[in-house]
């Protein structure tokens, strides 16, 4: 089973900072070209110039044999953005999308916003420039089950902006249920990024035989009902959606704890992991779609003329399981027991 593909891109990825992103950005930069790095560092980047200031700190974190990889930067939607800075960072280039985060939903995420709706005027110059918004959907309200919120946020909070903006493009992050599938049926001016981990794992996988800190991330890993709609989507070639990652590193000390910090690292095998998905659906025909040529249509960028060869073996070839930065931190590589089965080259 050999399968080419153009170069994939990662529409969502975390690559943190400092010691993290020298230990990180080499997994994201060799195996991918566009990667659309978040915003939500401890200090989130609200400002062109601190777009560009961070870019410059990937690139020169990035390996040199890597020269195809090229960091994408968002703004974090905070009361601090600018709307002239915004527009500015559009026209150089700085800035490809602004990032909504509900305050305290995830990862660094008390900038965040209480409610969209507080940021019309933000999502209306979008809109006029043409940039996209993406969108964390999960509700805080404390009173909305854990595995209820994105629901109960698309349907208080995105359903109602997005009527009101239907020119606004909207990318829903690492869908993770039925409904967001649906959402995103529903409206022209939606699409969607899903996880590896989305794909491959559903909540028992997380709970039920000794919980999974390594499993544990924002939205959390939903149902097998909901991860079966994610795979039909992702696996069905359709082009409103395709891969981002959201891999995000935590090291071992924040997750095995008695309150383990949301993210998965899946830089390292994503692709393997996304792979073998769609090898089991019988869909590696869709693969080029989803992991290459549909985000990039969405962003308006050309598909890689590069490519890169999956081999599914039958032999299972040692693999790493983690890493350690050099400040010390040990990181879980997500999906190492299905990278054994597959040989990712380079052409
Ligand atoms: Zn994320």
């Known amino acids: 089973m050999k399968i080419e593909i153009p170069t994939p891109d990662d529409w969502h990825v975390h690559l943190r900072d400092d010691a993290m992103l020298d230990a990180v950005v080499g997994y994201t930069a060799r195996r991918f070209r566009y990667a659309m790095v978040m915003p939500n560092l401890a200090a989130p980047i609200t400002s062109s110039t601190d777009a560009a200031a961070y870019r410059d700190r990937i690139v020169a974190?990035?390996?040199a044999d890597a020269p195809d990889f090229r960091p994408v930067m968002t703004l974090y939607c905070s009361p601090l953005v600018d709307l002239d800075d915004l527009r500015r960072g559009v026209a150089e280039g700085v800035v490809k999308a602004v990032k909504y985060y509900p305050a305290g939903a995830t990862t660094n995420s008390e900038a965040g916003g209480a409610s969209m709706s507080d940021f019309l005027d933000l999502f209306e110059t979008l809109a006029e420039l043409d940039v996209r918004l993406l969108v964390h959907a999960e509700s805080t309200d404390p009173a909305i089950d854990i595995f209820d919120r994105e629901a109960a946020f698309i349907e208080r909070e995105l359903i109602p902006v997005s009527d009101r903006l239907p020119e606004l493009g909207i990318t829903l992050e690492h869908v993770s249920t039925r409904a967001g599938v649906a959402f995103v049926d529903e409206r022209s001016q939606a699409a969607a990024t899903v996880t590896p981990h989305h794909l491959a794992q559903e909540r028992s996988d997380l709970l039920a035989d000794g919980m999974r800190p390594d499993l544990y991330c924002k939205p959390v890993i939903n149902s097998a009902d909901d991860r079966d709609a994610l795979i039909a989507a992702a696996t069905s070639g359709r082009a409103d959606f395709f891969l981002g990652t959201d891999s995000a590193p935590h090291p071992t000390t924040a997750k095995y704890g008695p309150k383990a910090k949301a993210g998965v690292f899946n830089a390292a095998y994503g692709l393997e992991v996304v792979a073998e998905v769609f090898h089991q659906a019988g869909a590696l025909e869709n693969l080029a779609a989803f992991t290459s040529t549909n985000g990039a249509s969405v962003y308006?960028?050309?598909?890689?003329?590069?490519?890169?060869?999956?081999?599914?073996?039958e032999i299972d070839a040692d693999v790493a399981t983690t890493f350690t930065t050099k400040a010390g931190d040990e990181v879980v590589l997500f999906g190492a027991d299905v990278a054994t089965r597959w040989r990712v080259t380079n052409d």
Not at 303 to 311: C, H, I, R, W
């Open 61 to 63: 974190a990035a390996p």
């Open 300 to 313: 308006d960028v050309e598909a890689s003329t590069n490519s890169v060869t999956l081999e599914r073996t």
